[in-house]
């Protein structure tokens, strides 16, 4: 069963950075493609980025591009989200989901359970 677990969520202020993690059991996270999102109470689910599992592109919303980054950790099996300079509007629970098409076509078969980001002072 392919399971993925998101981590590294937490509280932190105003201007600060946290490194969510998305680990994978039961495949390999290196063949996904593999995108974050978010969703904040009351909003719809936001699209924050997505890194390609044949070339490692990666596409970024417009608004969070500079503040956010994406990358693999092949030997962890897991895909981080940094995210830096964080603001209050960026508290929402976040989530990874992976999936075998390109990013492009925005279908993902497996998601997580999500963590929660507060940022707050």
């Known amino acids: 069963q392919l399971q993925l677990v998101e981590s590294g969520g937490g509280l932190v202020q105003p201007g600060g950075s946290l490194r969510l993690s998305c680990a994978a059991s039961?495949?390999?996270?290196?063949?996904?493609?593999v995108g974050w999102f978010r969703q904040a109470p009351g909003k719809e689910r936001e699209g924050i980025t997505c890194?390609?599992?044949?070339?490692?592109?990666?596409y970024y919303a417009d608004s969070l591009k500079g503040r956010f980054s994406t990358s693999r950790d092949g030997a962890k099996n897991t895909v981080d989200l940094q995210m830096n300079s964080l603001k209050p509007g960026d508290t929402a629970a976040y989530s990874c989901?992976?999936?075998?098409?390109?990013?492009?076509?925005?279908?993902?078969?497996?998601w997580g359970q999500g963590t929660q980001v507060t940022v707050s002072s």
């Open positions: 989901a992976a999936g075998r098409r390109s990013c492009h076509t925005g279908v993902y078969e497996s």
């Open positions: 039961g495949f390999t996270l290196d063949s996904y493609a």
């Open positions: 890194i390609e599992s044949s070339d490692g592109s990666t």
